[in-house]
């Protein structure tokens, strides 16, 4: 079992960057992917990017290709989203979340899950 815990979430401005993190509970994850999901108030949860944890591969929404980068630290356990560009649409709930040997933007293969952080874009 993988325990996710998702931080640096707040508030910024349109235009400005914001780093988000997901520590992961110690463990070989050379077959899973991890991913970033995204929840606004009143719409449908949302893949945002995803990492191939064996050779860091990889793919991004078309509304955040160019802007955010997603990474990971084999060593912390950890990944991240690093956020540019940010836009007031990017306002939302963020989750990371874990796919034991599967890489992609189904959310249905996300077995673990974090509590999720917030992120607020103002104009």
């Known amino acids: 079992q993988v325990q996710l815990v998702e931080s640096g979430g707040g508030l910024v401005q349109a235009g400005g960057s914001l780093r988000l993190s997901c520590a992961a509970s110690g463990r070989t994850y050379s077959n899973y992917g991890m991913g970033w999901f995204r929840q606004a108030p009143g719409k449908d949860r949302e893949f945002v990017a995803a990492?191939?944890?064996?050779?860091?591969?990889?793919y991004y929404a078309d509304s955040v290709k160019g802007r955010f980068i997603i990474s990971r630290d084999n060593a912390k356990n950890t990944v991240y989203l690093q956020m540019n560009s940010v836009k007031p649409e990017d306002t939302a709930v963020y989750y990371c979340?874990?796919?034991?040997?599967?890489?992609?933007?189904?959310?249905?293969?996300?077995?673990?899950w974090g509590q999720g952080t917030q992120v607020t874009v103002s104009s």
């Open positions: 979340a874990a796919a034991p040997n599967y890489f992609g933007p189904l959310s249905t293969w996300y077995e673990y």
């Open positions: 990492i191939r944890w064996s050779d860091e591969y990889t």
